[in-house]
């Protein structure tokens, strides 16, 4: 069945209150559309746990800082909707712009710590355009549960934080990365890449990979990253953002492997950013 498309935030109240009364949780997916096998695995991860599933579609501008990237977004939202509903998705939450930021806005969710480097470095005020928009969500939805994949682990971390931090009643469920065939991370960029860009793409997942067992086997860290570095360069990333063995838990910068942690890659195909994380498992 089609979901219900709700565009005011009276209406999505009144539908939550709805499914309360008759006694179902409700679980929300985040979203910004251009939707993929990846967030529809986040709406099956709601429905398995038992939700009613609200998933919103907001391309969020403040948390672009560069508007020629918020003006090349896909958007598609009669797409979207056909591709949730045969997963009996319950409500579609689409506000515009107006909806969501009113005349006068002037309050920002801001976390330190684990905002901080990775992503936070290169694309100032990015995390707070998500942290105050997720916040939003989540106030709006009044979800039980909410849920988020695992590509955008800084996101993720950053999301727990306020969450915890500002006492929001709502479990976050960190979902794990999809990633078509050839390891490529399921990504609404990609639809972007060339013809020779998507055939480069896997190459991020790879070198990670590869820096991810090097490590584990107990080599120098730094110079791993360096060849990591050199080989996604040469497989023909344009620029590299960052590539950085980081603390699972805070995210905080590894000179050494001695806790457990991830790698994280953002790297430049012409104007595609891509972005993919690994886990490094301990010996
Ligand atoms: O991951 C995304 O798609 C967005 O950052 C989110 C969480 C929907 C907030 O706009």
Same mark, same amino acid.
């Given at each position: 069945m089609k979901p219900v498309i709700v565009r005011t935030i009276d209406e999505l109240r009144e539908r939550v209150r709805g499914l309360r009364k008759q006694g179902h949780t409700v679980g929300l997916v985040p979203t910004m559309g251009a939707l993929h096998a990846g967030h529809l695995s986040l709406v099956q991860a709601a429905k398995a746990d038992g939700h009613k599933v609200i998933v919103s579609i907001f391309v969020n501008p403040t948390q672009f800082n560069d508007p020629k990237d918020l003006d090349k977004y896909p958007r598609d939202e009669a797409a979207d909707v056909a591709l949730l509903a045969p997963l009996g998705v319950d409500i579609v939450w =689409?506000?515009?712009?107006?909806?969501?930021?009113?005349? @006068?806005?002037? +309050? +920002? #969710?801001?976390?330190?710590?684990?905002?901080? @480097?990775?992503? @936070?470095? +290169?694309?100032?005020?990015?995390?707070?355009?998500?942290?105050? #928009?997720?916040? *939003?969500?989540?106030? %709006?939805? &009044?979800?039980?549960? =909410?849920?988020?994949? &695992? *590509?955008?682990? &800084? %996101?993720?971390? #950053? $999301?727990?934080?306020?969450?915890?931090?500002?006492? $929001?009643?709502v479990e976050i469920v960190g979902c794990p990365i999809l990633r078509e065939d050839d390891g490529l991370a399921m990504s609404s960029r990609n639809v972007r890449l060339s013809e020779t860009g998507r055939k480069t793409a896997p190459a991020l997942f790879l070198a990670l990979s590869k820096a991810a067992e090097d490590i584990e086997s107990g080599n120098d860290v730094t110079r791993v990253l360096a060849h990591a570095s050199k080989s996604l360069l040469e497989a023909g990333f344009t620029s590299i953002d960052y590539l950085e063995l980081r603390a699972s838990d805070n995210l905080s910068p590894m000179a050494q492997f001695d806790r457990? =942690?991830?790698?994280?890659?953002? =790297?430049?195909?012409?104007?595609?950013?891509? $972005?993919?994380? #690994?886990?490094?498992?301990?010996?």
């Open positions: =689409a506000p515009d712009v107006d909806e969501m930021y009113a005349d @006068g806005f002037s +309050t +920002t #969710v801001s976390v330190s710590g684990v905002s901080e @480097g990775l992503c @936070g470095a +290169t694309r100032p005020g990015h995390f707070d355009g998500v942290a105050t #928009v997720v916040t *939003k969500l989540l106030l %709006q939805a &009044q979800a039980d549960a =909410a849920y988020f994949g &695992q *590509k955008d682990f &800084q %996101q993720l971390a #950053v $999301i727990n934080r306020f969450v915890t931090d500002l006492n $929001i009643p457990p =942690a991830r790698l994280f890659a953002a =790297a430049f195909l012409g104007d595609v950013r891509l $972005i993919d994380n #690994v886990v490094v498992k301990g010996r």
